[in-house]
Every structure is written in C-alpha cells, then in structure tokens.
C-alpha cells in the first residue's frame, strides 16, 4: 500500500489501496472491494505458472527448490506475520500475512493438493 493510501489519522483506507502490480482494489457500492484476489484465483494464477512454467517466474523458481525450502520459507513468513502482528501495524500485518497464504499455496501446488484438500480439515 502506497503512503497515500493512508488517511490523515495513520489508519489505512482500502478505497485508496494499491498492489505492487499497480493496480487498485476499489469499493463496490455493497462495500466490497473489486479487483481483490481470492485464494481460490490466486491458487488457479498459482497453478497455472505451475503447468506454464513462464521464464522468470518466482514462483516456478520456489517450486523448482523442492518442499524443503518452501517450508523454510513458510517458517519465515509466519515469524514475520507474528512480528508484524506485535509491533507493526495492521497494514503491514495483512501483508505478511499475504505473503504467508501465497508460500503456503505454492507448498500446496508441489505436493499436489487442492484448496478442498485443505478446506475439509476445517
């Protein structure tokens, strides 16, 4: 999120949020947010540079390292979510925390395992 996606009182707006892509999530009028990524369509963007293996792809890079570093960086996203939680704000905590869900998809797609995988442990 950008310094100007905060409001004079340091609480950030999500009207005003933008992603590294630069695009913008903005509020439809039932108060949700349009262009927002959901896990399932991250985990299909994930999946298919999985299958496409586009040159460059970080993503294609962290699968290629194997299951072991993908739960290395697991571990040290979840620290970082914890930190961020305890002595950052709540912008920066939602960040790590996406940062942590995108890991944890990627470790998903090298074992092979779906989002109902998961969902039916809930």
């Known amino acids: 999120m950008t310094a100007d996606a905060v409001d004079v009182t340091g609480v950030a707006d999500p009207s005003r949020a933008s992603r590294p892509d630069g695009t913008s999530a903005v509020p439809a009028q039932d108060g949700s947010l349009v262009g927002v990524k959901t896990f399932d369509d991250l985990f299909q963007e994930l999946t298919e540079k999985a299958r496409t293996r586009p040159e460059g792809s970080g ?5 290629d390292a194997g299951v ?7 571990v040290e996203e979840a620290a970082e979510v914890w930190m961020a939680a305890e002595y950052e ?10 940062q942590l869900v995108y890991h944890l998809q990627v470790l998903m797609i090298a074992k092979g395992l779906t989002p109902a995988d998961v969902w039916r442990h809930l």
């Open 68 to 74: 072991h570093q993908i739960g290395k960086k697991i």
């Open 59 to 63: 993503t294609v890079a962290e699968l």
């Open 89 to 98: 704000g709540d912008e920066r905590t939602s960040e790590e925390i996406s």
